[in-house]
């Protein structure tokens, strides 16, 4: 079994600490972000559901398919890795992914992506985003463990072309269909989109 | 402003110096001294766009590292600018030392410059992430866009300009072909509720473009300078608004 994430939407309340520790674990440079917590105004019901997502380390990863200089591997255990050292900056995996998971550095002229903090696992450490949050909404492991982490998570695999290893507990405020729109953008009016001319 | 103002600027620049290629493979140029202006003209537009090409990257430094990658759309169409400009280059040392193109090798920079136009479709139709460019769509862009963007600039380098019957279908037929595609942009556009106004402009600069083509059988200059216009500004306005992400 691949590792994956599993979130846990209903609980979550937006409080963005996930996203603030893996860019200080990670990145030192402001407003770059490898895990953003959107905002998704969902098509039925009331409120906002907040989804944190980094990388999905997908089955088919379109970014490693579309970098230019071979940056992206998928190493055995399914993480998928971005040697940053390679990268050139064309942002072609950003524009790839169908999550626009990879973030791009101004000031480095480059683009990281989530591993799933394979520093810390190799240290036999959880992600920081898992330990961070303060309502433990976000699980990261083998897939057959972390479907298992909330009762009635449902797998976003088989909704997004690219196969992507992310469960998630949800209520009627969210469609699974929904993360099909889950791309760059902070906030995310499912089923409406804006304007261009 | 556009934040990929650099691929808008290499897809409309080298887009149309390949176009212009691509048309005359299938038609015969001007055999005088002025041939060699072609060639000149299409580096030029060919440098300018591979100039924005690198900046486009945040590290342009590692570019060369993109030729190990030919399967990529970057690779591809770094591979297709390479070897459309290598075309072109021994274009202009034939016209420059011999005062007149040499068929075979228009020929041979025609279809390398199809190759950059369909390179061009492919890095646009593998970018999942993005719906709107993710699909068939993006290669009748391209193609037919680049096909089009050509007609203007052929009409200087072919014998009596419009005036001639063949050019004539060949242009008219390369501008319909750019307004069909931008209709179907409309189309996947509509469908994804975006805005299309900008595609229904181009299409109907260029359908206009078109007319003009056909009765510009007595190849007036004003009329040939009209369609450049129309067709490179209608074109440009679309292209424009599908870089808008
Ligand atoms: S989520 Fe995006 S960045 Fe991560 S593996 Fe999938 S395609 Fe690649
Ligand atoms: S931005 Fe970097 S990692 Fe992403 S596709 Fe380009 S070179 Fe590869």
């Known amino acids: ?56 380390h997908c089955d088919d990863p379109q970014c490693l398919k579309v970098c230019p200089v071979g940056a992206y591997t998928k190493l055995t255990d399914g993480t998928v890795v971005q040697d940053h050292e390679k990268c050139i900056g ?22 990281y992506k989530c591993d799933g903090c394979l520093d810390r696992r190799s240290a036999g450490l959880l992600p920081q985003c898992v330990i961070s949050c303060p309502g433990a909404n ?60 | 402003m556009i934040s990929e103002f650099p691929l808008f600027l ?24 002025d041939a060699v202006i072609l060639p000149v003209v299409a580096l030029i537009l060919l440098v300018i766009s591979g100039f924005a090409l690198f900046g486009h990257l945040g590290r342009p430094a590692g570019a060369l ?47 390398f410059g199809l190759i950059l136009l369909v390179a061009m479709g492919y890095a646009y139709y593998e970018v999942m992430g993005i719906e709107q460019w993710g699909n068939a769509a993006s290669f009748a862009m391209f193609i037919f866009g680049g096909l089009a963007l050509g007609v203007p600039l052929a009409a200087f380098f072919v014998e009596e300009g419009y005036g001639n019957s063949r050019f004539r ?27 299309t106004n900008a595609f229904m402009i181009g299409a109907v600069l260029l359908a206009i473009a078109f007319v003009l083509v056909l009765v510009n059988r007595k190849n007036a200059v004003w009329i040939t300078w009209l369609i450049f216009v129309l067709v490179v500004v209608g074109m440009a306005i679309a292209r424009y608004s599908f870089y808008m992400i």
């Open chain 2, 65 to 111: 590292q993109v030729m190990g990658h030919p399967t990529t759309g970057i690779g591809f169409e770094g591979y297709g600018s390479l070897l459309f400009g290598l075309f072109v280059l021994i274009d202009l040392i034939i016209c420059a030392a011999k005062k007149k193109p040499n068929h075979v090798v228009t020929v041979l920079a025609g279809i």
């Open chain 1, 90 to 111: 064309c942002k072609s995996c950003i524009m790839a992914c169908p999550f626009h998971a990879p973030t791009f550095d101004e000031s480095e002229g480059a683009t």
């Open chain 1, 1 to 56: 079994m691949p590792v994956g994430f599993a979130i846990n939407t209903v609980n979550c309340f937006g409080c963005k600490t996930c996203q603030l520790a893996c860019e200080n674990t990670h990145l030192q440079n402001p407003g770059v972000f490898m895990r953003r917590v959107r905002e998704v105004n969902a098509t039925e019901g009331p409120g906002t559901v907040f989804v944190s997502m980094a990388c999905n």
């Open chain 2, 169 to 195: 279908l060949v242009a008219a037929l390369a501008i319909a072909l750019g307004v069909i595609a931008l209709l179907i942009e409309n189309g996947v556009f509509g469908g994804l509720g975006l805005s």
């Open chain 1, 138 to 197: 976000i699980q990261f492991g083998n897939l057959d463990e972390v479907a298992q982490a909330y009762d009635g998570a449902e797998s976003i695999h088989d909704t997004v072309a690219t196969g992507p290893n992310l469960y998630v507990k949800h209520n009627e405020n969210l469609d699974l269909d929904d993360f099909k729109h889950i791309d760059g953008r902070e906030t995310v009016d499912v089923g409406s989109v804006d304007g261009w001319l």
């Open chain 2, 10 to 33: 290499f897809t409309l620049l080298g887009g149309m110096s390949a176009g212009t290629y691509a048309l005359l493979a299938v038609l015969k140029r001007r055999e005088d001294g």
